[in-house]
């Protein structure tokens, strides 16, 4: 069996996902829908490069119940190495997600499982295999700790990739330093990189870059106008900048945005594995991010390599 290709290391969860009509602050609305679906950042992502047929692994905790068995089962079914996946006695991890007809989203985690990762549970012989350690967050400061020590224990060969969600973003630039310094490629939205360093996107992407990492991608929700185009993503790196225009493509209205910003590194990765230049992998994250919205959950929408080829208009 070939190498794997990117190994990926967070948190596990199943969403509980419920559309409303509006997200409230206070008050009361109605739940329009309701799905259970699995679920995790790095998770994702690495789900949806299985998808592509690149070959993926895992590490994390879920638990020794049926909602850790169908979490399991959903990466076999892309081909998702799971045997670094450990199982432990605890309830898996969950998010109660609301999720409105804007694409406004309001998410709550139950770490569960997740907190019981330990140091031990980590093979370095078996991250040591991969081109790229793709790394999300954990609700508590345990697993953090781990991710520190592994990010200076792998081999310098092995490139790092790193999206920190809110959760933590809000620990700011100081926690977050001994990650994003050896950070291949940072991704963030807006708003993570606003919280991250307390700047806007173009200043804050600067300031991660002048910590160590080597370029970042911001994904910037509806976009910016530039004159008739819309960007969604910006990219900074000691080459340059780039603004990612949206390119049109047909589909239906999008259902919900949870799990676009894991998409985009979905399809930014799959680009960057394959060699393709900094703009066009870009374009990839964003193609895979409008794929990904047009059903329900963070996995549904993502794309196989042929339905990808298809929207690119070139063989992938």
């Known amino acids: 069996m070939s190498a794997i290709e990117v190994i990926g290391f967070g948190a596990l969860n199943m969403d509980l996902i419920h559309n409303v009509k509006r997200i409230l ?121 781990i991710q520190k020590g592994l990010i200076e224990r792998i081999p310098l060969s092995i490139k790092v990739s790193f999206a920190p969600g809110s959760i933590y973003a809000a620990k700011g630039m100081d926690c977050l330093a001994p990650i994003i310094k050896r950070t291949n490629i940072l991704f963030l939205n807006r708003e993570e990189v606003e919280e991250l360093t307390g700047e806007d996107f173009r200043p804050g992407a600067q300031r991660c870059l002048d910590a160590g990492c080597q370029m970042v991608a911001v994904t910037l929700g509806k976009g910016i106008r530039k004159g008739n185009t819309r960007a969604t993503c910006y990219l900074v790196s000691s080459e340059g900048e780039y603004m990612i225009e949206a390119k049109k493509a047909k589909r239906k209205p999008g259902v919900d945005t949870i799990g676009a910003g894991d998409a985009f590194v979905t399809g930014f990765l799959y680009g960057f594995l394959r060699g393709m230049d900094t703009g066009e992998c870009g374009n990839l994250g964003n193609m895979v991010a409008t794929l990904s919205t047009t059903k329900i959950g963070a996995r549904a929408g993502l794309p196989t390599l042929q339905e990808l080829g298809q929207l690119y208009q070139q063989p992938l």
């Open 25 to 145: 602050s206070d008050g009361e609305a109605v739940v329009t829908d309701y799905c259970l679906a699995p679920g995790g950042s790095a998770a994702n992502t690495i789900y949806g490069l299985a998808k592509l047929g690149v070959k993926t692994g895992f590490l994390g905790v879920v638990g020794d119940d049926e909602e850790g068995r169908m979490l399991l089962e959903d990466f076999r079914s892309v081909g998702v190495n799971t045997k670094q996946i450990r199982t432990k006695k605890a309830k898996t991890g969950a998010t109660f997600c609301l999720t409105d007809k804007g694409g406004r989203r309001a998410i709550y985690v139950l770490p569960g499982a997740n907190s019981l990762l330990e140091s031990d549970d980590i093979d370095l012989g078996y991250i040591s295999q991969a081109k790229i350690l793709h790394l999300s967050s954990f609700a508590d400061e345990g697993q953090l700790r």
